[in-house]
């Protein structure tokens, strides 16, 4: 039997998995944990649309959202774009 890699980006198939999945590492995860939930969903998406929504390169799109990197804001936000998410702060609840 062969086995194969498990890529979360095979399961990010419509725009409600992908909005639950950033949601959910947004809310259980660190600053690395949201930024590598954000390229995996760019890589679902397809980096070469990713890259004409944003107006950067593909291989400018590689490094900060690759492990350990650490993006700029701008960045971030043309990506979340161009994914088609939006950020929004709601109010903890005490």
Do not use: C, W
């Not at 679902?44 to 990713?50: C, D, H, L, Q, S």
């Amino acid at each position: 039997m062969e086995t194969t890699k498990f890529d979360i980006a095979d399961y990010l198939d419509s725009k409600e998995m992908i909005a639950e999945y950033l949601n959910t590492v947004l809310e259980e995860g660190n600053n690395a944990d949201v930024i590598n939930a954000i390229g995996h969903i760019a890589k679902a998406i397809g980096m070469t649309k990713i890259a004409q929504e944003t107006g950067l390169s593909r291989s400018s799109l590689y490094k900060p959202l690759s492990d350990g990197a650490k993006p700029q804001f701008g960045t971030i936000m043309k990506v979340l774009k161009a994914i088609g998410g939006q950020v929004q702060v709601n109010p903890i609840s005490a």
